[in-house]
């Protein structure tokens, strides 16, 4: 267990190389002459000139590389173009809000997920079992921005109970951050949600077709209890796995959903960078998001030993 | 299949029955096969009284685990239903019981172990974890009280260093040690009947012995009943005080176990006492001819009558026997078994 | 979103592949699965429907998408505008046709991208083996770990901006999952008997690769393309949304959601566009499902 999270943790220093490098090269790659595509088709002749120079396009692609990378490992990620503040400070400051939404989004899709995966297995009402199985199907397929937009119409435009906007730090005001967050979590979530709670019923129709299970209603516990307490647990692995396939998923939606509720996050930094080319803060958006989906898996697979004993000391 | 059915007068032995603390009577189950309900079990007729330890024997489709099902209420958990007959618990008629009503009799007062104890038990919690849910469950004891007494009952099952152990999970404990965990899960709220479906098969035969042991002890100590499934004669002969014997369905005969195994009354009943592998091995298995029929498709009349020794090819194909009485102890369903001088156990 | 999304990064794949000699009966096979199921069928319709409409768009819309008539805006639905009309006075129901035509071209940009190279590189790493393979699987995993909407808009900062080049960017983004489901395929049939026998007979690699191998990576591959095909409409929604995509005026389903996000309070602006990425993602889903499922049922179909 231990050594194959070991190897996992290494894997992560060539991931970064990797994916950062690739972007990097990419610049190189691209037709055309770099600094112009930054500084945009109708910049002057001195505005292209100073791009060159803040970038080092003059330096081979290997050796600005290495600048790079080096000076990130030391917390140093040049500074924007735009705004001339250091990129290290800019990730950082974004990714609070980032995570509060990831987070708040993946509680709302594990306790849709319980609901609507397990529920079924608990009231083994027909209706129930249809039910389920519908809204899971249509929360995988709904595109989480028209969610967050229907959402937004409903709750906090015709009708004002939520916020619509904006992001409130957790140290600031506990109810606050979460009423901010409920909207853009629940639209986020959802087709994450959705995907757990099918995986989760799979994983329960499994479990209770163990041995186990028989033996444990002939001890004469309540079914509720059985399905929450036992059941949850034998079936998580399967489940947590699919949740951390969609952890990259995840991120990538915060784009779209910070956008709209102007949560100051990396997905909206993502997207400011991009509009105004700001190559430094784009690499410096995607090492950390990198790293932020890595150290998740992490945690996924640190979680199968809890989940399932046997894979402690293997 | 129209054939005659012979009919014998009601037997003494329902007196009995009433005494009894399990009494199952005219048992019929049926599971969904082939577009329709089918019995895997009918006409099952027999009683344990308190203090006593029943065999319940027959080959593998012969309905003893459906028949446990039924004693448990766990029929509609694995899918079937009961179609005739009724099951009656400390004289309390329990076939149709809603849950609610279960949740204080399964676990509590009646128990059940399982044959594969290494996945009978959950994977995900630790052995006393499991014990002592169950007790909390019945008996209302506080987490700590719970904990000492799963403790204290895996100490009685011999597990070494049970207070450690208690914290371990299901899949650090060997197969017999498994088995003892499931023991004392079962016997922690000091159930009244203890249903044991074939706790020994899947064992090895030192680990077997070693079990079986502990099984009478406990059973001396708490004054258990138990009903004993396997399909071994041999070791039903360590345990048991009565077996009745199934085939197809139904049972096929019950008597006492020296009745058994001195005087059978029923060929089936003789075709499992040939089977047993005698020890210092010599002469080869005697198996008996032929399987156990599927519920979808039995024989005409008798049963067992394909495979029977003793087949008397004018009656047993086409009569459906009912059964006969031997004495105040002993019934057996056989067309011929008033005329058969059967040997008993070959030694 | 599908079953292809949710294998750890291993590099290794479970695929099922038919041998060559039962194409033709697996064609068939493949065609009645869906007949059996009413819901795929319907997908099928539906996107059969979608296309045809995306075609004739010119012929289908009742007016010019891009006429704005500045006397009619904010229009509910109604009045000769079927499904209203919106901030400048023009037609819904006409913009969410184009935005049709708009969505699909994308989405087939991408799908051109990802499956071209995707294919040649699946296809290499799994005949030739060894170390191109650890080298092009190392790469692609790692490539997986990084948020895949976050990764195009990096190349597409690089790039510059227009629809074509962010398209590009997400095709190139969903490279990795077309190369495992080749790569699988092609390592499977490498070990198959009649491609050593083929091999043993002194073909040339490039007869076995484009004879053999390829026609049979194309069932599992159906399947993928069938999905990211969903992905990718919505992949074109959202950049469109975010003004990286399709410039005004062109209609497009995200920029129709983008213009609605100013008028919250008129639902009418909201549903269209929605309901069709929704209905449109639910069709190649589906689609994609009961392919797999139909591969999967075939007899004496192997596993990788």
């Not at chain 2, 004018?314 to 059967?342: I, Y």
């Amino acid at each position: 267990m231990l050594k194959s999270l070991g190897r996992r943790l290494l894997w992560i220093v060539p991931i970064i190389l990797i994916v950062t490098f690739f972007v990097f090269a990419l610049l190189d790659l691209a037709p055309g002459d770099a600094a112009r595509t930054v500084a945009g088709t109708d910049a002057d002749a001195a505005t292209v000139a100073a791009i060159r120079h803040k970038l080092n396009l003059d330096e081979p692609l290997f050796p600005r590389y290495v600048e790079w990378i080096s000076g990130a490992a030391h917390g140093d990620l040049g500074t924007s173009l735009v705004t001339n503040q250091s990129v290290a400070k800019m990730v950082f400051d974004a990714v609070p809000a980032t995570v509060s939404l990831t987070v708040v989004a993946l509680v709302f899709a594990c306790v849709f997920a319980v609901i609507f995966g397990a529920g079924p297995v608990i009231w083994r009402w027909p209706w129930l079992d249809r039910i389920s199985t519908a809204v899971c199907s249509l929360s995988i397929a709904l595109p989480s921005f028209w969610i967050a937009l229907l959402l937004t119409s409903w709750f906090a435009v015709n009708r004002q109970w939520l916020p619509a906007l904006g992001y409130v730090p957790l140290t600031e005001n506990p109810w606050e951050w979460l009423r901010h967050l409920i909207l853009p979590a629940a639209a986020l979530g959802l087709a994450t949600a959705g995907e757990l709670a099918r995986q989760l019923r799979g994983s329960l129709d499994d479990v209770f077709e163990q041995d186990y299970a028989l033996a444990l209603r002939a001890k004469g516990l309540p079914h509720r209890r059985i399905v929450l307490k036992h059941g949850l647990k034998n079936a998580a692995v399967p489940v947590v796995t699919v949740l951390g396939v969609r952890i990259a998923q995840l991120l990538a939606g915060t784009v779209i959903i910070e956008q709209i509720f102007l949560i100051d996050g990396l997905g909206r930094l993502t997207v400011t960078a991009v509009l105004g080319r700001d190559i430094p803060v784009v690499l410096g958006v995607v090492l950390v998001a990198t790293v932020i989906v890595l150290i998740a898996n992490l945690i996924v697979d640190a979680s199968y030993g809890y989940f399932n004993p046997r894979l402690r000391h293997s | 299949m129209p054939s005659t059915v012979a009919r014998v007068s009601p037997s003494p032995l329902t007196r009995a029955q009433s005494d009894a603390l399990l009494s199952v009577e005219d048992l019929c189950v049926a599971f969904p096969m082939q577009r329709d309900w089918i019995n895997v079990v009918e006409d099952v007729s027999f009683h344990v009284n308190r203090g006593e330890t029943l065999g319940l024997v027959g080959e593998s489709g012969s309905g003893k685990t459906v028949t446990s099902m039924a004693v448990m209420g766990l029929v509609p958990a694995v899918g079937g239903r009961i179609t005739g007959g009724r099951v009656r618990f400390d004289g309390r008629d329990t076939t149709n019981l809603d849950e609610r009503a279960w949740l204080g009799i399964r676990g509590r007062r009646i128990a059940m172990i399982f044959q594969q104890p290494t996945r009978s038990l959950d994977p995900a919690f630790t052995v006393g974890d499991q014990i002592a849910e169950t007790v909390r469950a019945h008996l209302k004891l506080s987490r700590r009280e719970a904990w000492d007494r799963a403790v204290s009952f895996l100490d009685r099952v011999r597990i070494p260093i049970a207070a450690k152990r208690a914290h371990d999970y299901p899949h650090t404990f060997s197969g017999g040690m498994c088995q003892r965990v499931m023991i004392a899960m079962a016997l922690a709220c000091e159930p009244e009947l203890l249903v044991a479906d074939e706790p020994t098969t899947a064992l090895d035969v030192t680990v077997q012995s070693k079990v079986i042991e502990l099984l009478q002890e406990l059973r001396r100590e708490m004054n258990l009943t138990i009903v004993y499934i396997s399909h071994d004669l041999g070791v039903v002969a360590e345990i048991c005080d009565r077996v009745a014997v199934m085939y197809g369905g139904q049972v096929v005969e019950v008597a006492p176990i020296h009745d058994i195994f001195e005087r059978p009354r029923h060929p089936y009943t003789q075709g499992l006492l040939d089977s047993i592998p005698k020890p210092g091995g010599g002469k080869r298995l005697l198996a008996i001819p032929g399987q156990v029929p599927a519920p979808t498709q039995l024989p005409s009349g008798c049963r067992f009558h394909p495979r029977c020794t003793f087949v008397d090819s004018g009656v047993c194909p086409t009569t459906q026997p009912a059964m006969v009485d031997f004495g105040t102890s002993h019934r057996a369903r056989c067309l011929r078994a008033e005329e058969l001088d059967l040997p008993g156990i070959r030694r | 979103m599908t079953e292809l999304e949710l294998l750890p990064a291993t590099g290794t794949e479970t695929v099922v592949v038919p041998a060559v000699a039962t194409r033709r009966r697996s064609r068939h096979r493949i065609i009645s699965h869906f007949l059996r199921q009413p819901i795929a069928l319907a997908a099928v319709g539906f996107l059969i429907l979608l296309a045809t409409v995306a075609v004739f768009a010119p012929v289908v819309a009742p007016y010019n998408p891009n006429h704005s008539d500045l006397l009619a805006i904010y229009q509910p639905p109604g009045n000769g505008h079927l499904l209203g009309t919106d901030e400048i006075g023009r037609d819904v129901f006409s913009r969410l046709i184009f935005g049709a035509r708009t969505s699909l071209l994308a989405a087939l940009e991408a799908l051109g991208v990802s499956i071209s190279i995707g294919l040649l590189l699946g296809l290499a790493a799994g005949y030739y083996g060894r170390r191109l393979d650890t080298t092009l699987s190392r790469i692609t995993d790692a490539l997986m770990s990084v948020p895949p909407l976050i990764l195009a808009l990096a190349m597409v900062a690089v790039l510059g901006p227009g629809l074509p080049k962010a398209m590009f960017a997400v095709g190139i983004v969903s490279i990795p999952r077309v190369f495992r489901v080749v790569r699988a395929a092609a390592i499977d049939v490498r070990h198959r008997t009649f491609v050593e026998a083929s091999v043993a007979l002194g073909c040339r690699n490039s007869r076995v690769l484009f004879r053999h191998i390829l026609p049979n990576s194309l069932s599992p591959l159906l399947v993928v393309i069938s999905v990211s095909m969903g992905t990718f409409v919505v992949a074109e929604a959202g950049l469109s949304y975010l003004g990286l995509g399709v410039q005004p005026p062109t209609a497009s389903w995200g920029g129709m959601l983008a213009e609605a996000s100013h008028r919250l309070d008129l639902q009418y602006l909201i549903y269209p566009p929605g309901i069709a990425l929704a209905l449109t993602v639910a069709a190649f889903t589906v689609v994609g499902d009961t392919l797999r499922r139909a591969i999967g049922a075939r007899p004496g179909a192997t596993r990788a």
